[in-house]
């Protein structure tokens, strides 16, 4: 199968910035969507942000204009750039690809294994 290994998270102040990464492996043909989920203690998972193949993005409202999501095709990886960030962005925040691997006609999803954001006031 495809893994998807995410890094960048950690513990930041209110108003700083941190850059994840998740970098898909496997034997891959191509890559189609590359999204971000967050979950909070207590909360839903919801969707942050996704971009896809063409490098069209979306985001959920309470992040845009501080976020950015980006993809590297190269290196199979997916960025989340977030600025400004606030108590309420503490979470785990997961990736998630939409993924054709070779020699399979099928499309799948797969998820890394999340990485925690943390944000202090």
């Known amino acids: 199968q495809v893994q998807l290994v995410e890094s960048g998270g950690g513990l930041v102040q209110a108003g700083g910035s941190l850059r994840l990464s998740c970098a898909a492996s496997?034997?891959?043909?191509?890559?189609?969507?590359m999204g971000w989920y967050r979950q909070a203690p207590g909360k839903q998972r919801e969707l942050v942000a996704v971009?896809?193949?063409?490098?069209?993005?979306n985001y959920v409202d309470s992040v845009k204009g501080r976020f950015t999501i980006s993809r590297d095709n190269a290196k199979n990886t997916v960025y989340l750039q977030m600025y400004s960030l606030k108590p309420e962005d503490t979470g785990v925040y997961y990736c998630?690809?939409?993924?054709?691997?070779?020699?399979?006609?099928?499309?799948?999803?797969?998820w890394g294994q999340g990485t925690q954001v943390t944000v202090s006031s």
């Open positions: 496997g034997s891959i043909f191509r890559i189609n969507y």
């Open positions: 998630n690809m939409s993924v054709r691997r070779r020699w399979l006609p099928q499309w799948e999803n797969y």
């Open positions: 971009i896809t193949s063409a490098g069209s993005t």
